[in-house]
């Protein structure tokens, strides 16, 4: 293509660009002194020089997590027929129309069966009215833990350096958002009240949210995304509940997080193991014991021993921990057997004929995918698989 070039005065090129350079030096010493007095400099933490964010690239963060995460990335309305999303593409719907042409007439009522309003219909003939509030108990309990897994991880993309780093913690954002009004969804639809937040989730997720820099990392990717983890690998072997197989594939992949980012900018020691973040992480993740009791009955509705629960919570708390620097291996053993003779005490006063167990072996998780997707974080597997 050709061009009619227009002259122009080199002169004033010149000047101008003169002007701009020590424009462009005083602003920015200007935002530097701020920052060294304490006061707010430049806000964000972009390298317009290297055309990055401050950190690098950061490559593998980004195909551990955002590439990984844009290849699960599911559609409601493809795995949750009976739900009011339509967020499928053209494409994809063609491609769900074509696998429904070849589905036997049995396959197509049974589709047929799971759609609209039939799904509530479904979670009646399945459950008794126990055992559906039991379920929304639960379910809520995390429902509204997604909520602050949203506002957290949103919070937390300032937080992280480099490009990696933030286009995860983006698909992170999106993540928390899909699990929030997906979950929503599914728990209105077995028409039961929806409890408002305990105390100890409040005191739980509102610790999240005010959590310190990186601290967050702990706060919601450990503490908060394993109990979510716990509880969809928990139930989503249940009739009607075969979506949360979707959320814990997302949350295997949150919960890997901290570990791959702290490969990429390690703590310092003093970051990992001084007094104060001991205390602090130990504080936060308190809530969490007090949170299972308050379930017990609604666990127990379903089959499921709140101790048996809160220990493989617990156990895959602390992996989690050691892997990502919060805490050193033999402090979480101790931990352990801690709350291990804490819940045996508990149980003796509460339980006839109470014998003591060891709850931090106990496992939880129903579904046979599942419980693969666990091993492969918790039982030897690295965080990179997951």
């Known amino acids: 293509m050709q061009f009619e070039k227009r002259e122009v005065n080199p002169r004033a090129v010149a000047v101008n660009r003169g002007v701009e350079?020590?424009?462009?030096?005083?602003?920015?010493?200007?935002d530097r002194v701020k920052a060294r007095l304490g006061l707010r400099g430049r806000a964000a933490a972009y390298d317009d020089g290297a055309y990055e964010f401050v950190g690098g690239a950061r490559d593998a963060l980004r195909k551990k997590h955002y590439d990984k995460s844009l290849r699960l990335l599911w559609k409601a309305e493809q795995v949750a027929p009976w739900s009011s999303f339509r967020d499928a593409t053209d494409a994809e719907r063609?491609?769900?129309?074509?696998?429904?042409r070849s589905m036997t007439s049995a396959e197509k009522a049974?589709?047929?069966?799971?759609?609209?309003?039939?799904?509530r219909a479904l979670l009646d003939r399945e459950y008794t009215p126990a055992q559906k509030r039991a379920l929304v108990a639960i379910l809520s309990a995390i429902g509204h833990g997604e909520a602050y897994a949203w506002l957290v991880s949103a919070s937390l993309l300032g937080e992280v350096k480099s490009t990696g780093a933030k286009a995860a913690v983006t698909m992170q954002i999106v993540e928390e958002a899909k699990h929030f009004v997906v979950l929503r969804e599914l728990i209105q639809a077995f028409d039961v009240p929806v409890p408002r937040l305990s105390a100890w989730e409040y005191v739980l997720l509102e610790g999240s949210l005010k959590a310190r820099g990186l601290e967050k990392f702990y706060a919601m990717?450990?503490?908060?995304?394993?109990?979510?983890?716990?509880?969809?690998?928990?139930?989503?072997d249940k009739p009607g509940l075969e979506v949360l197989r979707m959320f814990h594939l997302d949350e295997s992949r949150h919960t890997a997080l901290p570990d791959n980012y702290f490969k990429e900018f390690p703590m310092t020691a003093w970051e990992r193991h001084n007094p104060?973040?001991?205390i602090s992480r130990l504080t936060k993740a308190l809530p969490a014991l007090p949170l299972v009791l308050l379930l017990e009955e609604e666990l127990g509705e379903l089959g499921v021993d709140?101790?048996?629960f809160a220990g493989a919570i617990l156990r895959k708390v602390a992996t989690l921990s050691v892997r990502a620097g919060f805490m050193t291996r033999e402090l979480a053993?101790?931990?352990s057997v801690f709350f291990n003779a804490m819940f045996n005490r508990y149980c003796r006063l509460t339980r006839a004929g109470h014998a003591w167990r060891n709850y931090m072996e106990a496992e939880t998780t129903r579904g046979a995918a599942e419980a693969a997707v666990e091993r492969e974080i918790f039982g030897g597997g690295t965080s990179d698989a997951a």
Do not use: H, K, P
């Open 333 to 335: 053993d101790r931990q």
């Open 276 to 278: 104060r973040a001991r």
């Open 306 to 308: 709140a101790f048996d």
């Open 221 to 236: 990717n450990v503490v908060i995304e394993t109990i979510a983890l716990s509880i969809f690998g928990l139930l989503a």
């Open 110 to 119: 049974e589709r047929a069966r799971i759609t609209g309003a039939e799904f």
């Open 94 to 100: 063609t491609l769900l129309s074509m696998a429904e």
């Open 21 to 30: 350079r020590a424009a462009n030096r005083a602003i920015r010493a200007y």
